[in-house]
């Protein structure tokens, strides 16, 4: 697979995820559609590192991730502020002791707030590549 297949795998899975994400939202899954929010701008950011390396770090550090796609650096506070809200969201839903946490917390509003940013956020990804 050379990095035009890569990025291509990269960015396919990311707009897959987030169009998941709409449907759990529409269902009220509010917990997992947060949770795809965050794997959206993962993959996304693992597209961006595909340009030019072979394999993304096996990584779910949303900055961790921008730094090593050399856009961490060029984002605006608001994006680097949004990828620290999205970071507790892959954790958190991944494992029970944490759900119910999180879950108190991600109510409709915030949840629909967070689809938006991650929805401004992949296009301007998408950008970059």
């Known amino acids: 697979m050379n990095n035009i297949d890569r990025v291509k795998y990269w960015i396919d899975l990311a707009t897959d995820d987030l169009s998941t994400a709409k449907i759990l939202f529409k269902k009220r899954k509010l917990l997992f559609s947060g949770f ?3 794997l959206t701008i993962e993959k996304g950011l693992k597209a ?3 340009k030019t390396t072979p394999t ?3 990584s779910h550090d949303l900055e961790e991730l921008a730094k090593k796609a050399n ?3 060029i984002m605006s506070e608001e994006q680097k502020d949004f990828i620290d809200t999205l970071q507790p969201l892959n954790i958190e839903a991944r494992y029970p002791a944490y ?3 999180i879950s108190s917390s991600l109510d409709k509003t915030t949840c629909k707030e967070i689809l938006k940013e991650t929805e401004i956020l992949l296009k301007w990804i998408k950008t970059q590549l």
Request: aromatic share 6%.
């Open 36 to 38: 795809l929010c965050h």
């Open 48 to 50: 961006l590192v595909a």
């Open 56 to 58: 993304p770090p096996k």
């Open 71 to 73: 856009v961490y650096d």
């Open 99 to 101: 759900k119910e946490n």
